[in-house]
């Protein structure tokens, strides 16, 4: 089975501007978690998405949005871009029956400047 | 917030050498995970150990869990140059696709 892909992986974006990332889980996991990755914070969860309904969202304010398609794939949206939004973007699926493990993307790395 | 505290932050070892690494958590878990990161990648999963269990083993991978004092420790044996990356602890305490990391230690092994 092909893993878990995220898109793109590298992206530069200014202040201001918006941006949209994408990620498909692997054939058959309905469950899509997104994490942001920087330096200071570390790894924080952002959302969790399940049959296109979001079931978790971590603390991080609205500028930060997503969405589950009938496919399982998932995107989020960071409008109005600030700088510390510069981070590496993970999203992770879950097989069905194995509600821990987690099956992470290589990440999309968004530059903003 | 993080969840999990990892000691050391960084981590030097010769290749065949033993690396042990240790996490702390503060509220009660369902289960704790290990993760490498290779290089600012997507994270692998490593090994799952739930809260009623005490000991784990896979491959050269041994993870202890201690709920009484909120810890964990993974010893990797016989460390490789592959095995250079660094590893996170992971936690369900909020649910369980809502995973809490710690911030990781960074391990270096040198040929």
């Known amino acids: 089975k092909a893993g878990v892909t995220q898109t793109p992986r590298y992206l530069i974006k200014t202040r201001g501007q918006q941006v949209t990332l994408s990620c498909s889980p692997i054939?058959?996991?309905?469950?899509v978690s997104w994490y942001q990755q920087t330096p200071g914070q570390g790894l924080q969860f952002l959302f969790e998405?399940?049959?296109?309904?979001?079931?978790n969202k971590g603390n991080f304010p609205g500028r930060f949005s997503g969405r589950q398609f009938s496919n399982s794939r998932s995107e989020m949206n960071v409008s109005t871009l600030e700088l510390g939004d510069s981070a590496l973007y993970l999203c992770?699926?879950?097989?069905?029956?194995?509600?821990?493990?987690?099956?992470f993307g290589p990440g999309t790395r968004l530059l903003v400047l | 917030s993080q969840q999990g505290e990892e000691d050391p932050q960084a981590l030097s070892i010769q290749e065949g050498e033993n690396a042990t690494m240790n996490c702390s958590y503060k509220?009660?878990?369902?289960?704790l995970q290990w993760y490498r990161q290779n290089s600012g990648r997507g994270l692998v999963h490593l090994i799952l150990?739930?809260?009623?269990?005490r000991e784990k083993h896979s491959g050269r991978l041994r993870v202890t869990l201690d709920t009484s004092k909120k810890s964990s420790s993974l010893l990797i044996t016989a460390s490789r140059a592959a095995d250079t990356a660094s590893y996170f602890c992971?936690?369900?305490?909020?649910?369980?696709?809502?995973?809490?990391f710690g911030q990781g230690t960074r391990l270096t092994i040198n040929p």
């Open positions: 992770a699926s879950v097989p069905p029956g194995a509600q821990e493990t987690q099956y």
């Open positions: 054939s058959g996991h309905r469950s």
């Open positions: 998405y399940f049959s296109e309904t979001q079931r």
């Open positions: 509220t009660s878990i369902n289960n």
């Open positions: 150990i739930r809260s009623n269990e």
């Open positions: 992971a936690t369900d305490a909020a649910g369980a696709q809502k995973l809490v």
